[in-house]
């Protein structure tokens, strides 16, 4: 099990039920495929910075506010790959307010994603399942599915997003 939490706070990357043999297979895993699909992901905002893939299951896109970012992880207990947006803070109200005048238009260009807002945090997400997440049998589709999924959020919310933080100054 991986925990997703905000990229300035301290990460809890615990996989409670795993061996230290799994714990290094996942490792191994998450090193070779991070730095390799952020080698290959393409995006249409060219002006949208990338992170640094390492030896996790997930890994953060900056959105333009600090209480704003994507996670995009692999949920292993749940064969699960998914992109995430999260929004938190002052700014969540306001941006989840806009983003439910465009619900149908965001919906669309997501594919019906998850939506959640609680306690002042905005999520919404979108994931496919896989037999088996680890496996190379599925590593190109996994690829394509985050590769569109990333790419569809950043269209999606960068500018959202930005218009709405103007719009709060």
Same mark, same amino acid.
């Given at each position: 099990?991986?925990?997703?939490?905000?990229?300035?706070?301290? %990460?809890?990357?615990s996989y409670p039920n795993l061996k230290k043999k799994e714990k290094s297979n996942s490792q191994d895993f998450y090193n070779k495929f991070w730095?390799?699909?952020?080698?290959?992901?393409?995006?249409?905002?060219?002006?949208?910075s990338f992170p640094k893939g390492g030896g996790i299951g997930n890994i953060t896109f900056r959105m333009p506010h600090s209480d704003s970012w994507?996670?995009?992880?692999?949920?292993?207990?749940?064969?699960?790959?998914?992109?995430?947006?999260?929004?938190?803070?002052?700014?969540?109200?306001?941006?989840?307010?806009? %983003?439910? @005048?465009?619900?149908?238009?965001?919906? #669309?260009?997501? #594919?019906?994603?998850?939506?959640?807002?609680?306690?002042?945090?905005?999520?919404?997400?979108?994931?496919?399942? %896989?037999?088996?997440?680890?496996?190379?049998?599925?590593?190109?589709?996994?690829?394509? %599915?985050?590769?569109?999924?990333? @790419?569809?959020?950043? @269209?999606?919310?960068?500018?959202?997003? @930005?218009?709405?933080?103007?719009?709060?100054?």
């Open positions: 099990y991986i925990k997703i939490y905000n990229p300035d706070k301290e %990460f809890d990357y730095p390799e699909f952020l080698n290959e992901l393409e995006l249409d905002d060219k002006a949208q994507l996670t995009v992880y692999f949920d292993k207990s749940k064969d699960e790959v998914g992109v995430m947006l999260k929004v938190r803070g002052e700014i969540s109200k306001p941006v989840y307010n806009q %983003f439910l @005048n465009e619900q149908d238009i965001i919906n #669309s260009a997501l #594919s019906k994603p998850e939506w959640l807002y609680e306690d002042n945090v905005l999520a919404i997400r979108s994931y496919k399942h %896989f037999d088996i997440v680890h496996s190379d049998q599925y590593r190109g589709e996994i690829k394509d %599915f985050l590769s569109t999924t990333i @790419n569809n959020y950043v @269209n999606c919310f960068r500018t959202r997003i @930005n218009q709405i933080i103007s719009k709060l100054k």
